[in-house]
């Protein structure tokens, strides 16, 4: 008999070993990460929360029972969500990370000299919390009196800022539950009214092959309001099917063009020169979907 | 109660649904893939040989329980395996894949027309027989007097050819079973003398994130043998961690200089010259690992 938790992902085994499981049940696929020791779980207002040690990836912070960031492979997407597009805008100084609540991201962005301020505006703070007590101070980033925790709804805070940043970043999580509004026309357009006049914005979109109709909506929906508007992968081998995408919209500057002497990536663990260029370069079965070229 | 399959790698859950499970026991990871209807299933001489039709990946060739190519993502493995060698390669005649029973890997050789053979040398007949029952003529290839079979044991196949190859193709699959022998010093040096003395060989060379011993193992063993050792990466989904690498080991032909206008790349899926270049460029974690540079 399958014993089930009562938590959101989390299974025993026969053996009763403790598994989490996610899936994607329109495309028949699972994967499995066993648990060593599921270290935290708490229902906050928004989610559930909880931090597993696992056998393959290390620790992980899950919500809603879904890995949003293993400390084996979390590196992949923070560097790639954030050193993209500060080394695309010539002068960053002004950064914004809506979600991200782990923190790893303003980690990356404070290696920029440039940079003056990074807010993260994260809806809930018991996700900070939790990362700051269970997550490595290696792995959340040192404190730096240019990185700010604004605890607001990201879809809310974004109505109030008029040409005040130069780089927004959506780390969010998939478009269910807290960031379903995240993912909405009016809320792209908030971010462009939000960004400076040569202002540019980069958010994580999804699973190029099993949910390419979520990529090809955000790309659409950016285009209406952005003049440039750019895919970039990576793979992150904790995430289904490995291969994840970016999308990238800009109102001036353009990734064909960028002085790569700014990328910092003397001690990334992913991104490089080579890698930043080779990121762009997508396969032909997604540069027909996405109507590129 | 969970029902328990007799065929390697098969289970039915509490719903009666038929799964394919997929696991790395020491990462502690593992993937399951839906089946829609187990198509057919033999024990041959040497292994387990299915075809699953999946939700997810379509019809799935299966050996020993582990997916060996899919029909929703296989073009991927091919096309890789074969287009980057045959583009470095700047005339290559006479080409032979060890192992590549499912025959994706001839069709794609094919397209070029310098190739005057290709021989696929596989050591278990039904796997070529289930194929070509169960997968569309489109995912095998057309006949084409070209492509020869060979039923033989690769390792022996190859102590009789010398100098006698082009590019040599190694579809191996992992390192248990049928395939361990294929991994081992002695075999890459009867591969060496087999090929003509400006020829050139790839080998899949497994996870770079779950089995980097594997990739590191091969590499050391070819960089004594092989003036010229690089490493390529691909993703594909269907596989666990998505990432996977290839190693191409060169008597002569870099693919530093190479003539991309060779590559065949106007009906395929997933490569294009800038993917051919990409594909090269390695994250910061590999190449520390890798010694590169």
Redesign the interface.
Known sequence: ??KRYSLTGYEKN?DEDL?LWD??P???????????ELMHYEKSKYQEISIAA???FGKMLVLDGIPQYTTK?GF?YNEMLVHVPLTIHPNPRKVAIIGGGNCGAAREAIKYDSVEEVDTVEIDKRVVEVSNMWLSKSEIGKEDKRAKLIYQDGTEWIKEQKGAYDVLLLDRSDPYGPSIDLYKEIFYKNIYTGLKDDGLMVCQSG?P??YLDILKNTVNLLRRIFPIVCVY?A?????????WSFTLASKKWDPIVVDLSRLK?EN?????R??F??CF?L???L?RELDIE
Chains 1, 2 share one sequence.
């Open positions: 008999m399958v026969d598994w899936d994607i329109e495309k028949g696929f699972e994967l499995g990460y066993k648990v060593e696992s056998t393959g492979d992949i699973s092959y099993f992968l793979t992150i081998p904790s995430f289904p099917g490995g291969i990536c990334t663990q992913y991104i490089n080579k890698i260029i080779s370069h396969p032909n079965y540069i």
